[in-house]
């Protein structure tokens, strides 16, 4: 974290706009919580106005004027928007252009067809974690579903055997590497740095998803052993495409936006000197809105019009790319809305000074938060936001890996054990046709696995770097 990010946490920490005890503080939290929590699970009221509502709660549990909850709260809104907005949108562009233009299924068909028997569950995982770079975890899913209901079909494989591991690439993806909406939030919150999260999100990621993929999956297939039915199996939207974008420039263009986030980190790292032209030029191309600029502007050429896309189509693609992630903007902004209200109220100073008498470490106290939050609302994005908001103090005397593994931290625990409360619990039962108990010994198991293991990797790493 900069100097200067320290000392604007610390002008957020030092001038609350309340006076409130700690005893009335930790109170209006939990109050804050509740509300969210009971709108969204009892009232099914959307998570924006939950958030919203819930913020406004939380300042007048602490007995904060109003007038002040509102400021933080739009204060709050309005950076997490701005410092995330642009970088979500680009993302959904990608993704977009990567599913309209049959370059996901070139990737899957690809993979697919090196394949062989044993190395299929791995092949999945592999597809999942290359598609789910760029793409929202329901979008991934939707793309996805009908390749593995394919493959179980036609190859007369256990589903949960293909299934988990594409499950599990996908969720790992989407709850630990930016940039997805969850990490770029919880990175803005803490002020991490973006390429050294990215660096370690993806350390993290890659055996968490060996061990609840390929390896659960063994496990999965004899709880669960179902046959998907024919009318599950929808047909593949590129199939009506003339051609499709070649795989090797498909992948290419997928992973551009990380390799120039990851090439500005190592930059940062081997040069460290800001006058040095070259790591001023990579602090530019590396910088997350140039590098998602930079793969959409590419991927209009490489994916778009090699699939024979004319000038309108490419801009029909854009803009009905943008549709679906309002609602998640609106949830984005409102989350870090909240999470302004926590600190100007004095919530973050009062976790600093009780902190001081914990022998919790950090890393598992915002893992442990992240998960009562998830459980509670079944959103991974709200519990990441929220954690993150919570955690936000005590980041300021971290150092720049452990703020990254903070943010990773916050991640794994936003995943724990999804149930009843989750729209993915759902979509994994109908798409699969499980019934109830199937989905929670298959899907739920399958999130705590990774929530576990991976929380169990971010503490190790925290030992040696």
Known sequence: ??????????????????????????????????????????????????????????????????????????????????????????????????????????????????????????????????????????????????????????????LMRIGIPALAGLSVMHGLVPPHPGPLAAIDAVKANLGVTLALGVLVALPTVVIAGPLFSRVASRWVDVTPPDRLIPARPSEELERRPGFGVTVATVLLPVVLMLGKALVDIVVDDPANGVQRVADVVGSPLIALLAAVIVGMFTLGRAAGFTKGRLSSTVETSLAPIAGILLIVGAGGGFKQTLIDIGVGQMIMDFSKDWNVSALLLAWLIAVGIRLATGSATVATISAAGLMA?????????????????????????????????????????????????????????????????????????
């Open 1 to 158: 974290m900069t100097r200067l990010s320290v000392e604007m946490l610390a002008a957020d920490t030092a001038d609350p706009i309340t006076s409130a005890g700690h005893a009335q503080l930790g109170i209006a939290v939990l109050v804050g919580i509740a509300v969210i929590v009971l709108l969204i699970t009892k009232f099914k009221l959307h998570a924006f106005l939950s958030l919203t509502i819930g913020s406004l709660a939380l300042g007048a549990a602490a007995a904060a004027p109003l007038d002040k909850t509102i400021a933080s709260f739009t204060a709050g809104l309005g950076s997490t928007v701005a410092g995330v907005g642009v970088l979500i949108a680009l993302g959904a562009i990608l993704g977009k252009l990567l599913a309209d233009s049959g370059g996901a299924d070139q990737i899957v068909d690809t993979i697919l067809a090196k394949a062989s028997d044993r190395t299929m569950p791995w092949a999945m995982a592999l597809i999942a974690g290359i598609i789910g770079l760029p793409l929202f975890f329901e979008v991934g899913m939707v793309l996805l579903i009908p390749v593995v209901l394919l493959v179980a079909k036609r190859g007369n494989y256990s």
């Open 393 to 465: 103090p005590l980041a300021a005397d971290m150092s720049t890996t452990h703020t990254a593994l903070l943010v990773l931290a916050i991640g794994a625990g936003s995943l724990f054990f999804s149930h009843v409360n989750d729209a993915g619990f759902w979509l994994v039962k109908e798409y699969f046709g499980l019934s109830v108990g199937q989905t929670v010994r298959t899907w739920s198991v399958m999130e705590t696995i990774i929530s576990v293991v991976s929380i169990g990797f971010v503490l190790l790493l925290s030992l040696v770097i």
